[in-house]
Nanobody
Framework: QVQLVQSGGGLVQTGGSLRLSCAAS????????TGWFRQAPGKEREFVAA????????YYAASVKGRFTISRDNAKNTVYLQMNSLKPEDAAVYSC??????????????????WGQGTQVTVSS
């Protein structure tokens, strides 16, 4: 069992930056593929980024590639999402998720077993 606790988020102006953190309990977090998803009001949850447990490979949605960076520090059991050049369309509730394996469909929410509590990101124009 893994518990994910998120921090970060908040209000930022267009073009600004925020960093989200996802801290996990447990001593084997380095084996967990971890992803970030977001959901805006009236829209379906969408994939943002993911990183393998080793950190050797990362994946991004086309809409955030080049602006967002996912990283992890397994010594701290934490995954980060650095968000730069934020746009109003990035506003959403962001959630981290983890699964103790390498999954085939890394962008599918259903592939993940554990979820953080979600955090609001608001981007003002």
């Amino acid at each position: 069992q893994v518990q994910l606790v998120q921090s970060g988020g908040g209000l930022v102006q267009t073009g600004g930056s925020l960093r989200l953190s996802c801290a996990a309990s447990g001593r084997t977090f380095g084996r967990y593929t971890t992803g970030w998803f977001r959901q805006a009001p009236g829209k379906e949850r969408e994939f943002v980024a993911a990183i393998l447990g080793s950190g050797e490979r990362t994946y991004y949605a086309a809409s955030v590639k080049g602006r967002f960076t996912i990283s992890r520090d397994n010594a701290k059991n934490t995954v980060y999402l650095q968000m730069n050049s934020l746009k109003p369309e990035d506003a959403a509730v962001y959630s981290c998720a983890a699964v103790p394996t390498i999954v085939g469909a890394i962008s599918r929410p259903a592939e993940y077993d554990y979820w953080g509590q979600g955090t609001q990101v608001t981007v003002s124009s």
